[in-house]
Nanobody, 127 residues
Framework: QVQLVESGGQLVQAGGSLRLSCTAS????????MGWFRQSPGKEREFVAA????????DYADSVKGRFTISRDNAENTLYLQMNSLKPEDTAIYYC????????????????????WGQGTQVTVSS
């Protein structure tokens, strides 16, 4: 059974930092684009960041560019999201996801192109 498991979410003050992790089991995603999405109450799940299979290409939502950094460790089958200068509007459940394409970096912001999802981890930023 393929699983993506996120961790690292917690309550933090505005201006603080967090690092989220996402570990895959059941299969590896070392050849696949992976991404982070987030969802706040009453809002649709939105794209945050994506990274290609070897980390050479990344994509970020404008709202997090310059503050968040996506990275991956294929040896550990783990995806990361370093979040700095956190704002209350970053409060959301954060989900990691993986595409099925191999060695491609396309449609990175589109949820339907990510068939594999984790269960999410809560990030709360207090003002």
């Amino acid at each position: 059974q393929v699983q993506l498991v996120e961790s690292g979410g917690q309550l933090v003050q505005a201006g603080g930092s967090l690092r989220l992790s996402c570990t895959a089991s059941g299969r590896t995603f070392t050849s696949n684009t992976m991404g982070w999405f987030r969802q706040s109450p009453g809002k649709e799940r939105e794209f945050v960041a994506a990274i290609n299979w070897n980390g050479a290409s990344t994509d970020y939502a404008d709202s997090v560019k310059g503050r968040f950094t996506i990275s991956r460790d294929n040896a550990e089958n783990t995806l990361y999201l370093q979040m700095n200068s956190l704002k209350p509007e970053d409060t959301a459940i954060y989900y990691c996801a993986a595409q099925a394409f191999l060695y491609a970096f396309v449609q990175t912001r589109e949820r339907p192109y990510y068939p594999y999802w984790g269960q999410g981890t809560q990030v709360t930023v207090s003002s």
